[in-house]
T-cell receptor
Framework: RKEVEQDPGPFNVPEGATVAFNCTYSNSASQSFFWYRQDCRKEPKLLMSVYSSGNEDGRFTAQLNRASQYISLLIRDSKLSDSATYLCVVNSATNAGKSTFGDGTTLTVKP | DAGITQSPRYKITETGRQVTLMCHQTWSHSYMFWYRQDLGHGLRLIYYSAAADITDKGEVPDGYVVSRSKTENFPLTLESATRSQTSVYFC?????????????FGPGTRLTVT
């Protein structure tokens, strides 16, 4: 089993739709969590950190469920520019500088 | 504000040749990482470094060598390139921050081994 697993996708949604991605992790002692965005094999860029209390940034909401060991990303009112691959990232508790990346979920927003 | 740079951006080499990919960051971040990304796989960690002169293996280290004599540089060497090492290579750096360790990525090097 992979340390970090994501919805396989791809997700194809119309503009304006709400879409949610889930990501599960296997190490219950994991310390910190992130969502990254990657466009067309360019470098990944941080989208948002994920906090225990949940956090929101405009149309994006991230949630963490430590009991069930998953994180989620909700995108409301999807835009064409949201089309990308979204990577779930989990940091080790024993080596806080080392991250494990999920394989990513591809989102295509269509007009 | 250069951030993190990689060179070369594109490289074609022949099987058996040695090739070095360069990574340079201007933030004085403690941590640096090398990943490879292949179709059908996510980012896979090759090597990482917690500080100058401290390196450790990641998930797929075989066939690669790293060094970190200076905080800002983290070169990755393929000692004898093989076709299976054709990939996109990303370097990243991070520093401890409240809330976790955000990683900043370079633009990547596309390596083709013929």
């Amino acid at each position: 089993r992979k340390e970090v697993e994501q919805d396989p996708g791809p997700f194809n949604v119309p503009e304006g739709a709400t879409v949610a991605f889930n990501c599960t992790y296997s190490n219950s002692a994991s310390q910190s969590f992130f969502w990254y965005r990657q466009d067309c094999r360019k470098e990944p860029k941080l989208l948002m950190s994920v906090y225990s209390s949940g956090n929101e940034d405009g149309r994006f909401t991230a949630q963490l469920n430590r009991a069930s060991q998953y994180i989620s990303l909700l995108i409301r009112d999807s835009k064409l520019s949201d089309s990308a691959t979204y990577l779930c990232v989990v940091n080790s508790a024993t080596n806080a500088g080392k991250s494990t990346f999920g394989d990513g979920t591809t989102l295509t927003v269509k007009p | 504000d250069a951030g993190i740079t990689q060179s070369p951006r594109y490289k074609i080499t022949e099987t058996g040749r040695q090739v070095t990919l360069m990574c340079h960051q201007t933030w004085s971040h403690s941590y640096m990482f090398w990943y490879r990304q292949d179709l059908g796989h996510g980012l896979r960690l090759i090597y990482y470094s917690a500080a100058a002169d401290i390196t450790d293996k990641g998930e797929v280290p075989d066939g690669y060598v790293v060094s970190r004599s200076k905080t800002e540089n983290f070169p990755l060497t393929l000692e004898s390139a093989t076709r299976s090492q054709t990939s996109v290579y990303f370097c990243a750096s991070s520093e401890s921050q409240a809330g976790g360790y955000e990683q900043y990525f370079g633009p990547g090097t596309r390596l083709t081994v013929t």
